[in-house]
């Protein structure tokens, strides 16, 4: 079973930051892709931003230029970084890790979600 725990979520003015952290823990051989997606009320949730393990990204359109995602492979963790914050990005941001286990299986896992509001 494989565990994610978010962080770095919170209330923040137009033209501010954050940075969001998700931290995977279990029976984790690899770890492939990991991104964070988000969900604004009333809306689907989308891709922002993914990770490759060899470190290549896709952004969305919304985001580029403004969000920086990046992981650090020996603690199983993703980051991104959001700078130049509009209300438009306000949402419920998760982070999606998919690998394998030790079992051999594959896992696709979500976390809780975390609340980001950007707003004066």
């Known amino acids: 079973q494989v565990q994610l725990v978010e962080s770095g979520g919170g209330l923040v003015q137009p033209g501010g930051s954050l940075r969001l952290s998700c931290a995977a823990s279990g029976s984790i051989v690899t770890i492939n892709a990991m991104g964070w997606y988000r969900q604004a009320p009333g809306k689907q949730r989308e891709l922002v931003a993914t990770i490759t393990s060899g470190g290549s990204t896709i952004y969305a359109d919304s985001v580029k230029g403004r969000f920086t995602i990046s992981r650090d492979n020996a603690k199983n963790t993703v980051y991104l970084q959001m700078n130049s914050l509009k209300p438009e990005d306000t949402a419920v941001y998760y982070c999606?890790?998919?690998?394998?286990?030790?079992?051999?299986?594959?896992?696709?896992?979500w976390g809780q979600g975390t609340q980001v509001t950007v707003s004066s």
């Open positions: 999606n890790t998919q690998g394998r286990t030790w079992s051999g299986a594959g896992f696709s896992s």
